[in-house]
Nanobody
Framework: QVQLVESGGGLVQAGGSLKLSCAASGSIFSINTMSWYRQVPGKQREVVAVITRGGSRNYVDSVKGRSTISRDNAKNTMYLQMNSQKPEDTAVYYC?????????WGQGTKVTVSS
């Protein structure tokens, strides 16, 4: 059994910064690609950023230049540093990871950006 736990969400003013964390725990043999998704009510969950085990990164256009995804393989933890936050970044952020060749999800952490 593996578990992903996000943290770091909260309320931030427009233009501010926030750093999300996603920690994996349990019987872990391997963690491959890790990703951050976000979802607002009434809309589909969208991928925000992806990082491979080797460190290759990709971002959705709306966060490029403002966000940085990273991971610490020794700690089984992934991060998302979000800068210059906009009200449209308001969403529940979820982490996803390919752990032991199985896709796993965290429970989500809410980010609210006030204008």
């Amino acid at each position: 059994q593996v578990q992903l736990v996000e943290s770091g969400g909260g309320l931030v003013q427009a233009g501010g910064s926030l750093k999300l964390s996603c920690a994996a725990s349990g019987s872990i043999f391997s963690i491959n690609t890790m990703s951050w998704y976000r979802q607002v009510p009434g809309k589909q969950r969208e991928v925000v950023a992806v990082i491979t085990r080797g460190g290759s990164r990709n971002y959705v256009d709306s966060v490029k230049g403002r966000s940085t995804i990273s991971r610490d393989n020794a700690k089984n933890t992934m991060y998302l540093q979000m800068n210059s936050q906009k009200p449209e970044d308001t969403a529940v952020y979820y982490c996803n990871a390919n752990i032991n060749l199985v896709s796993s999800w965290g429970q989500g952490t809410k980010v609210t950006v006030s204008s």
